[in-house]
Nanobody
Framework: QVQLVESGGGLVQAGGSLRLSCAAS????????MGWFRQAPGKEREFVAA????????YYADSVKGRFTISRDNAKNTVYLQMNSLKPEDTAVYYCAAQIDSDWVVWGQGTQVTVSS
């Protein structure tokens, strides 16, 4: 089964950018839809963005549409989340996940993103 490791989080000022990466192990990465989720302190985990196995379809939460871009490189077994125009409310732990049979069943350990005002 695929295993996921996120990286690229950090501290950034409002208006800045970060690029998150999620490296996957396993030979079947290219067959999974992939997603990014986030969880802020005291809040439920929420959907951020998703991308189909081929990269041909992408989906975004309204709160990040136009600011975040999800992409994938199946040759590198990696999915990315480019985050621009960051806001303090984007502060959260960001998780990548793999979708198998319509369920998000494989999760990474998370990477912290902190946006200062």
């Amino acid at each position: 089964q695929v295993q996921l490791v996120e990286s690229g989080g950090g501290l950034v000022q409002a208006g800045g950018s970060l690029r998150l990466s999620c490296a996957a192990s396993g030979r079947t990465f290219s067959s999974y839809a992939m997603g990014w989720f986030r969880q802020a302190p005291g809040k439920e985990r929420e959907f951020v963005a998703a991308i189909s196995w081929s990269g041909g379809s992408t989906y975004y939460a309204d709160s990040v549409k136009g600011r975040f871009t999800i992409s994938r490189d199946n040759a590198k077994n990696t999915v990315y989340l480019q985050m621009n125009s960051l806001k303090p409310e984007d502060t959260a732990v960001y998780y990548c996940a793999a979708q198998i049979d319509s369920d998000w069943v494989v999760w990474g350990q998370g990477t912290q993103v902190t946006v200062s005002s």
